[in-house]
């Protein structure tokens, strides 16, 4: 048996009620808007407040979220904690709650492979705690119809309960610990991805002198492309910094399916020049092609 298969048998312990403590580990833009999705539904929602930001108190107090001191109180009053952080940081999280003695339901709503899923998994003790792997897809969930929140593992089907009646829709894919994680990293292997490749090709062209001509030869040929191409730089601007690591997962998940890992490997180089725009106005797009010819040199 494999280390994290052990987790197919749910631990012992009373059901998740709708009115259960949930705590959401840390609430950045996504993460605000899933727990106060959750809270919709109605569980009582908390977020922990020691080393974080005053963005993040900012975003916590807008979504409404109870305040604990620090994880291991947030740990010690929910059984059910959710965690939303950049890809890198998941299993030391992960491992931190471990440590804290957590017993309840931990949900990893994190974009990694199927993998470090389990990875993830295996931090805990399969008798303390159940394990729910979770995979984002859409915007933060502020809008019914918007956002999706893949669940699997055996008690996958009870935390989707959790966000219904909320903007934030449920789907649960299996009780196999890496399933949502899968879905999330193949679904984003296409949007990320090419908008990465979309990325590096106008600059290439820009390098040699031909971008007006490509975009009228696909004006012709490929309808919509030029305005996704105008249009990208500014969503690429606020969130490349998180999507290098995302990238590297990808990568990890095909090269563990046989496939070339060099795909998503370039593109996250491609983020990871652009990580500097995180702080300060969006980038038009030849500010975005300024950066990715700048890093290059």
């Known amino acids: 048996m494999a280390s994290w298969e052990r987790f197919n048998t749910i631990p012992a312990g009373r059901v998740i009620s709708a009115s259960v403590a949930l705590g959401v580990l840390h ?3 996504m993460g605000a808007s899933v727990a106060a999705a ?3 539904g109605g569980a009582r929602v908390f977020w922990s407040a020691a080393g974080r930001s005053a963005a993040t108190r900012e975003r916590a107090e807008r979504a409404g979220l109870l305040e604990c001191p620090d994880v291991q109180a947030l740990c010690e009053r929910c059984r059910v904690v959710l965690s939303v952080c950049p890809p890198e940081e998941a299993l030391g999280l992960a491992r931190t709650v471990s440590d804290l003695g957590f017993a309840g339901t931990y949900v990893d709503a994190n974009a990694v492979s199927p993998a470090t899923a389990r990875k993830i998994a295996a931090v805990f003790d399969p008798v303390a705690v159940s394990f729910v792997d979770g995979g984002l897809i859409g915007p933060p969930a502020w809008k019914a119809g918007s956002t999706r929140l893949h669940l699997s593992g055996p008690r996958a089907a009870e935390v989707a309960a959790l966000f219904a009646g909320s ?9 196999e ?3 949502a994680s899968a879905l999330k990293m193949v679904f984003a292997a296409q949007t990320k991805g090419t908008t990465a490749l979309l990325a590096a090709i106008v600059t290439v062209a820009e390098a040699n002198g031909v971008r007006s001509a490509l975009f009228e030869e696909w004006e012709q040929t490929q309808p919509g492309l030029v305005a996704r191409s105008q249009g990208m730089a500014p969503m690429i601007g606020a969130k490349a910094w998180r999507f290098e690591g995302e990238m590297r997962e990808i990568a990890a998940t095909f090269e563990a399916a046989g496939l070339p890992a060099g795909f998503h490997t370039a593109a996250a180089e491609v983020y990871g020049r652009l990580a500097g725009f995180k ?3 969006p980038p038009d797009l030849a500010a975005l092609i300024q950066r990715l010819r700048e890093s290059s040199d």
């Open 27 to 29: 609430p950045g833009a």
């Open 38 to 40: 959750a809270a919709t």
């Open 167 to 175: 903007p934030l829709e449920t789907k649960c894919v299996g009780d």
């Open 177 to 179: 610990i890496g399933a």
């Open 279 to 281: 702080e300060g106005p």
